[in-house]
């Protein structure tokens, strides 16, 4: 089981930058990810990382955001700059057992409670 903390819920405005936070249990997981949600949407990937630090971006973020973890592999940090209105959405970490990222949220078995990310214009 690997329980996951989200940190750096936040209200900023266009342009501006957030950094969030997931604090992971154990380092006995596979693939990280950052999902985000908007209320009657799908629940869709931000980024994912593997332990060998091989990112993947949603081409809506790329250039803006950074996924990034710590080398003992239980901190995964979420940098986002350039924020724009059409990010404000609900973020969260997730983790899966195997070791493959997956772009699928239905893939991940590990989840954080979310945390709310607000961009204004």
């Known amino acids: 089981q690997v329980q996951l903390v989200e940190s750096g819920r936040g209200s900023v405005q266009s342009g501006g930058s957030l950094r969030l936070s997931c604090a992971a249990s154990?380092?006995?997981?596979?693939?990280m990810g950052w999902f985000r949600q908007v209320p009657g949407t799908e629940r869709e990937m931000v980024a994912n990382?593997?332990?060998?630090?091989?990112?993947r971006y949603a081409d809506s973020v790329k250039g803006r955001f950074t996924i990034s973890q710590d080398n003992a592999k239980t901190m995964v940090y979420l940098q986002m700059n350039s924020l724009k209105p059409e990010d404000t959405a609900m973020y969260y970490c997730?983790?899966?057992?195997?070791?493959?990222?997956?772009?699928?949220?239905?893939?991940?078995?590990?989840w954080g409670q979310g945390t709310q990310v607000t961009v204004s214009s």
């Open positions: 154990t380092d006995q997981r596979g693939c």
């Open positions: 997730a983790a899966r057992r195997y070791s493959a990222c997956s772009q699928s949220w239905a893939n991940f078995d590990y």
């Open positions: 990382i593997d332990k060998i630090d091989r990112a």
